[in-house]
């Protein structure tokens, strides 16, 4: 691939995930939470799009496959069961906005920061892996084992979770 137009891929992605993800918060085609649902997808697609410019093949299928997949739908049960309405535009309270306003600034002070200690002619070292899956898989069950067994705890709880929403009372 090119340089130019993996250039232009990126890009495409990178606006499409920013896009997209303010869409999932502050809509205004729709105040549906399907609707915020479906750009969330879109996000995903976006960053599974970068994933994919980054040579990391099995993160982007990760990304889709469960994130875009199993969880996206598990969020459509929930939203189905519950039978959420459109919801109702609110006052925007002076407090909320101030507090919003001020942790936007500090992250984008935060960013500012980041990028201008960077120095971007330097050159990188190349990187020794591209996207294998048996590397991720070692280091996923020795180094990381406790945080990966206490994800798998906090999904099954999220499905029991749904469940018990879903079950209704027996006349």
Do not use: W
């Not at 410019?53 to 189905?80: K, P, S, T, W």
């Not at 309270?93 to 001020?102: E, I, K, N």
């Not at 020795?142 to 209704?168: D, H, N, Q, W």
Request: hydrophobic share 60%.
């Amino acid at each position: 691939m090119s340089v130019a137009l993996a250039d232009l891929l990126f890009y495409l992605f990178a606006a499409l995930t920013l896009v997209c993800g303010a869409l999932v918060v502050a809509n205004p085609f729709s105040r549906n939470p399907v609707t915020s649902a479906m750009f969330l997808v879109l996000t995903i697609v976006g960053l599974a799009g970068l994933f994919v410019l980054l040579h990391a093949f099995f993160l982007a299928a990760v990304q889709v496959l469960v994130y875009a997949g199993a969880v996206m739908v598990l969020f459509l049960f929930v939203i189905m069961l519950l039978d959420l309405k459109e919801e109702e535009r609110r006052r925007i309270r002076a407090f909320g906005l101030v507090a919003g306003l001020v942790s936007v600034g500090a992250i984008f002070g935060i960013f500012l920061k980041a990028l201008l200690e960077t120095r971007p002619g330097r050159e990188l070292p190349a990187p020794t892996l591209e996207g294998t899956t048996a590397p991720l898989g070692k280091l996923l069950f020795t180094e990381y084992l406790l945080p990966f067994e206490i994800v798998s705890v906090l999904l099954l709880v999220a499905i029991v979770g749904v469940i018990l929403l879903s079950k209704r009372e027996i006349k």
